[in-house]
């Protein structure tokens, strides 16, 4: 019983990983319409999925995790940091247009 009990907290802790540098994207404001949480997506370049691109309307960052967004595919072209969960994009002038990002700790 004591082994399986390990590999449950060792299941917990991968978790939480797993969930401070994650980020949820949606395609309409306030975190609604199709959403997709991306995982393990610190020190890399991620191409957002093609029902997404263009089409990110908020975003809905994982515990302790800050995020680039670039408008293209490849973290190239114009980028903005959000360092705090952003319900309207439009705000930041950056609705539908993010096709890439990367996380890193907040
Ligand atoms: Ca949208």
Redesign the pocket.
Known sequence: MQNSFELFILAALAGIAAAQDSVELC??TNFA?SCVVAANTRNKCNNVGAAQND???SVHLGAGTACRFWVDGNCQGNSIIIRTDAPDLRTLGF??VISSFTCFPA
Do not use: P
């Open positions: 395609t309409d319409g089409n990110i309307s609705n539908d």
